[in-house]
């Protein structure tokens, strides 16, 4: 909080308190001239309806006195005035870190457990495949979705077509260090308009999508510098991620349009990597559940 801020708050907080404090004090005090206890204020609606002059109840008084006695306390306790850090040293993120720690302690031994066993054995263990499900959905699902079925520009992980590779071990570096696909923009490469549509069309082909035959035919010979990443077949090199145009199955969606796209504006999707925020222990067990999906 820079220092405008820190003041701007402490002044604040105090000057509402004061405010409080001086309001309930010119309430309950009596002024000159004004109708002594009990008798009518001279208020009086619908024929027979008066005000009395009655001051406010002692038990609803003191319920103020002590709701700011409360909150003064409890601001010299805790931080809440600007950069103060309170009495107590408490702090939302201190009490996150002190969770976190405790959680790790508890639970530990048991990932350090897991850890030992291979991918390909804890796959038949239920309880590690589901500790590995509870994890996915706490630190995965927001991005490749709660059934692992992905979504366009987060591949799925439960099917066997994979863009870098569905071994135990290309699962596991996947998500310990992160991958990040990256397809530059290729339209320059390939020359005018007609050509990204006659490419497009001949990608469709590869998976036999619907296409027109005479583009694709036109589109075979500009796919070389296409090949270079996705093979002169087109089926994908899972060293650099790049994806399969062969089988049906696709990342940013099947469409020409879609197609058309990436060629024009190239692809780049990025999976964040786990190690330092997870651990490896975490991440082992991550990697067995995903395994298990496509098995
Ligand atoms: C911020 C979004 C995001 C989060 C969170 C995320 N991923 Fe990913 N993940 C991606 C993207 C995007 C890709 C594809 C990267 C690419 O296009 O090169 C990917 C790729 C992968 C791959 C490689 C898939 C393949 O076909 O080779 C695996 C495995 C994976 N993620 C597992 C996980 C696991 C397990 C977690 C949870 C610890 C996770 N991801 C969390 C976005 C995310
Ligand atoms: C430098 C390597 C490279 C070149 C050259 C390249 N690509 Fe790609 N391409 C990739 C990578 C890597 C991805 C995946 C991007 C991602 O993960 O976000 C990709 C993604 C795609 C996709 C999306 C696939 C899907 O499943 O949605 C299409 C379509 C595509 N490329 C077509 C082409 C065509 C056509 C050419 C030639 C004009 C081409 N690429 C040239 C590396 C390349």
Redesign the pocket.
């Given at each position: 909080m820079n220092s405008f801020l820190h003041w701007f708050v402490i002044v604040v907080s105090i000057g509402s308190f004061l405010g409080c404090i001086w309001l309930i004090w010119w309430a309950s005090k009596k002024t000159e001239g004004e109708s002594t206890e009990g008798e009518v204020t001279g208020h009086v609606w619908d024929g027979d309806l008066a005000e009395l002059n009655n001051p406010m109840p002692r038990w609803w008084l003191y319920m103020f006195y002590f709701s700011i006695a409360f909150g003064l306390i409890y601001m010299v306790l805790y931080p809440s005035l600007g950069n103060y850090k309170g009495l107590l040293g408490w702090s939302s993120d201190g009490q996150y870190q002190e969770e976190i720690a405790a959680a790790n302690k508890s639970y530990g031994p048991l990932y350090a457990g897991y850890a030992k066993m291979p991918v390909s054995q804890l796959v038949s263990n239920n309880k590690a495949v589901a500790t590995g499900r509870r994890l996915?959905l706490n630190?995965?699902a927001?991005?490749?979705g709660s059934d692992a079925g992905g979504a366009p520009?987060?591949?799925s992980?439960k099917d066997s077509s994979?863009?870098?590779?569905g071994t135990p071990e290309a699962?596991k570096a996947?998500?310990l260090d992160g991958?990040?696909?990256s397809m530059p923009p290729m339209a320059a490469a390939l020359g005018t308009d007609a050509d990204v549509d006659n490419v497009a069309n001949y990608v469709m082909s590869l998976s036999g999508a619907p296409h027109d035959a005479g583009k694709a035919s036109l589109g075979k010979a500009k796919f070389a510098v296409c090949g270079g990443c996705h093979g002169m077949d087109g089926s994908g090199n899972q060293a650099i991620?790049a994806p399969d145009l062969t089988d049906a199955n696709w990342?940013y969606g099947g469409s020409l349009g879609a197609i058309k796209k990436a060629i024009q504006n190239g692809r780049s999707?990025?999976?964040?990597a786990?190690r330092d925020f997870?651990g490896e222990d975490k991440v082992h067990l991550?990697a067995a559940y995903?395994y298990s999906l496509s098995q």
């Open positions: 996915f630190y995965c927001q991005c490749h520009g987060f591949p992980l994979w863009l870098y590779g699962i996947s998500i991958r990040n696909g991620g990342l999707g990025k999976m964040p786990h997870l991550l995903v």
